[in-house]
């Protein structure tokens, strides 16, 4: 049932987005088109994850070409790909590259891991550790692509980097370790 609820409003948000959204404030805003390729992805890695199984099912000699399930999922992949591929190409055109593509996978990911989660409850069989080391995993991602489009612009050169990074081992140069004095002295000559 909570997958069914899941599915259900996945689909309202989307195709408000998509019929209400999109036309008034498409061109404006990045979120409107990056949102509607991401709620639709998810169910395009959604139904390739099921057709995956029907497939490993269908080489074991197990009759799933008669279960309805597969043509469903085989028309949901359909969909849901031309649909994110045509909303994909409408935030190109209207907003610059290097603006959609990190959005875009933020979003994306976060919808699949999350449509993963509800739908395949994926999670129930991990343990806590692996369940930290994926969001840990999953959150660094974010954080550096946040960082690379924040700082994007940013102007350092590799000789400021040296100066900064001579200014440091200068400052240890000082310090009441002799071995630490003469690692910098090292470092300093090196660079």
């Known amino acids: 049932m909570i997958a069914l609820g899941y599915v259900s409003r996945r689909m309202f948000v989307a195709l408000t987005l998509i019929f ?31 057709l995956g199984i029907a497939i490993k099912e269908m080489l074991e000699r197990k009759p799933v070409y008669r279960r309805p399930l597969v043509y469903v999922l085989l028309g949901i992949l359909v969909l849901s790909v031309s649909t994110q591929i045509n909303y994909l190409n409408k935030a190109l055109d209207v907003f610059n590259t290097s603006l959609v593509t990190p959005i875009y996978y933020v979003c994306f ?21 692996n369940i930290i080391g994926t969001l840990s995993g999953f959150c660094t991602i974010i954080i550096g692509i946040f960082l690379l489009h924040a700082f994007k612009n940013t102007d350092i050169t590799w000789s400021q980097n040296i100066k900064t990074l001579k200014f440091y081992f200068v400052f240890l140069f000082f310090s009441k370790d002799e071995y630490l004095s003469l690692l910098c002295v090292l470092a300093i000559n090196l660079l």
């Open 20 to 50: 209400i959204v999109a036309p008034r404030r498409g061109q404006t805003n990045i979120l409107i088109y990056v949102l509607i390729c991401s709620f639709i992805g998810a169910f395009s890695v959604s139904s390739v994850k099921g």
């Open 109 to 129: 990911t976060t919808t699949v891991v999350t449509c993963s989660i509800i739908l395949f409850k994926e999670w129930s069989s991990m343990d806590l550790d």
